[in-house]
């Protein structure tokens, strides 16, 4: 029972909703109600998932000796020792290959998308996260193939505005990660990871500064554009753009009043203002597309 706890904690399912990125194209192509469209999506989000717990366990297996000097990471199964090596790699290989095994009958181009996210995941823990700025571009990158990958698993075409939009939050929130990262540490943010010495919080705050400008006008733009208007035969939906300016703000006072950040999906489960949010928008979206 401890194994099996040990296990699952360390394919942090608490950071697998990250993956209902996949359901952006199913929601603003209008196919939610769709039901063969729907189960394919689903079917797609269980395969991320799989994939997404295997790069955290190979993630974590590779980070071990770091993660003993950090004030939260040590307490990770691995890193406590509670969880052998030997054991989380086939756990990892296992969630890998069978990820794949589904999606291949799936889709084959979402098969692809779902492979080229797997070496990328594997790239950042190896290589990637070393580089500064880099590192952060590559977690990015993985929000934006969540996205494509739902749109190519239902075939249909998704725009670049909405592609644009998920490459700016994503980047929003890996920076605003950081910036936790740094605090937390301090003066020994470098000797936890080399990369992070490479980084201070001026310099973070200030590619925040520019990602939440261009994140809320890009969207803003994206409500308005005639693309946007033809698609969805309205004007209206710039009027969820008070939602999103809303939630980056309240992320922002979260991230810089209470020192938070250091888990995004965290605080979009736990607080309030922020859930009102996120289901405000859900709602006032669905309703002007679908309405």
């Not at 700025?133 to 998704?158: K, S, Y």
């Not at 890996?174 to 301090?186: D, Y």
């Not at 809303?246 to 888990?263: D, N, Q």
Request: aromatic letters at 10%; charged letters at 15%; hydrophobic letters at 55%.
């Amino acid at each position: 029972m401890h194994l099996a706890a040990a296990l699952i904690s360390s394919t942090r399912p608490r950071q697998w909703p990250k993956n209902a990125f996949i359901f952006a194209a199913l929601l603003f192509s209008k196919n939610t109600f769709h039901l063969p469209m729907l189960g394919k999506t689903v079917a797609g989000f269980i395969v991320l998932c799989l994939l997404t717990g295997a790069t955290y366990l190979f993630n974590d297996i590779i980070d071990r000796r770091n993660d003993r000097t950090h004030p939260e990471k040590s307490k990770r199964p691995i890193a406590a020792g509670l969880l052998a090596v030997p054991t989380a790699a086939i756990a990892a290989a296992v969630m890998a290959i069978a990820g794949l095994g589904i999606a291949l009958p799936l889709d084959r181009q979402f098969s692809e998308v779902a492979l080229v996210y797997l070496v990328l995941q594997f790239a950042y823990s190896t290589l990637l996260r070393r580089v500064v700025i880099l590192d952060v571009l590559a977690i990015t990158c993985g929000f934006v193939l969540r996205v494509l990958a739902g749109a190519v698993i239902i075939h249909v075409e998704i725009s670049s505005w909405l592609l644009a939009c998920t490459f700016l939050l994503a980047l929003f929130l890996a920076l605003c990660k950081r910036r936790h990262e740094l605090m937390i540490l301090g003066e020994g943010a470098g000797k936890h990871r080399i990369v992070l010495g490479d980084y201070s919080i001026p310099l973070v705050d200030q590619m925040i500064s520019v990602t939440t400008a261009s994140t809320v006008l890009a969207y803003t733009l994206y409500t308005m554009s005639e693309q946007t208007i033809a698609k969805f035969g309205t004007e209206r939906l710039v009027a969820t753009v008070p939602f999103v300016v809303y939630g980056i703000f309240r992320y922002l006072y979260l991230v810089h009043i209470r020192k938070a950040g250091g888990s995004p999906e965290a605080l979009l489960l736990t607080d309030a203002p922020l859930i009102a949010a996120v289901v405000l928008w859900a709602i006032t979206a669905g309703a002007i597309i679908y309405l």
